[in-house]
């Protein structure tokens, strides 16, 4: 019975959200847009031009963002977007995918030959694993999804190029954070107005890498 409770409540905070009704007006496909625009608003991280990797990207809404503001003249995007899951996505125009477990080597090879050796402006990632409730394995599957964007961020982004991930305050947070503060000159830490305010839901941004393999 409780569990019915919850469920309804849940149901039904949903679809009073604001944040649920906007996205729906404007067609975006998760009430997630909204914090990635925060994000690349509050700390003006996306241009015209910029080469876009989008991690954990389905069902797609924070491509749809970053494809609206990179959309020139004539509809057409100036600069790319590359949407990589293990989900299947619904296509976005314009907008590359590439379906895949972003853990294993192989996948990372196809984003590898998709960039076609250009480097990135910006790595964003909404990926969060499945967790099980339990604290200390659910804070290493964070930490790894948070050191598997930070690693691919440091093979391809260009010196000043950024990198936004998703975490969750409580066990293992902070070491996150001081993993970023070894390879970025700026680490922030960002919590949209869109991100519920009992969630422990928190982005992190890295900006500036301290060792660029580009130059």
């Not at 991690?55 to 057409?76: D, H, Y």
């Not at 590898?112 to 200390?136: E, K, R, T, W, Y």
């Not at 998703?166 to 970023?180: E, M, N, P, Y």
Request: hydrophobic fraction near 40%.
């Amino acid at each position: 019975m409780a569990k019915k409770k919850f469920s309804q409540a849940w149901v039904h905070r949903h679809i009073n959200d604001p944040y649920v009704k906007m996205a729906q007006q404007k067609g975006y496909r998760a009430r997630a847009a909204f914090k990635l625009s925060e994000i690349l608003d509050t700390e003006k991280l996306l241009r015209r031009g910029d080469v876009v990797v989008d991690l954990g990207a389905t069902p797609g809404s924070w491509s749809q963002i970053v494809r609206e503001r990179l959309l020139g003249a004539g509809g057409v995007i100036d600069g790319r977007v590359i949407a990589l899951d293990l989900l299947p996505m619904e296509p976005i125009a314009g907008v590359e995918f590439i379906q895949g477990d972003f853990r294993e080597d192989d996948v990372l090879r196809q984003l590898h030959d998709c960039l076609q050796g250009q480097v990135v402006d910006l790595v964003i990632s909404d990926m969060a694993p499945n967790l099980s409730g339990v604290a200390s394995a659910d804070s290493a599957r964070i930490a790894h999804v948070c050191e598997l964007a930070l690693e691919f961020s440091c093979e391809h982004l260009k010196p000043d190029g950024a990198l936004v991930v998703k975490a969750f305050h409580g066990s293992g947070f902070s070491q996150i954070v001081q993993l970023f503060k070894q390879h970025f000159v700026r680490v922030v830490e960002r919590k949209p107005k869109a991100s519920r305010g009992e969630s422990a839901e928190t982005f992190l941004v890295g900006r500036g890498l301290k060792a660029p393999r580009h130059t």
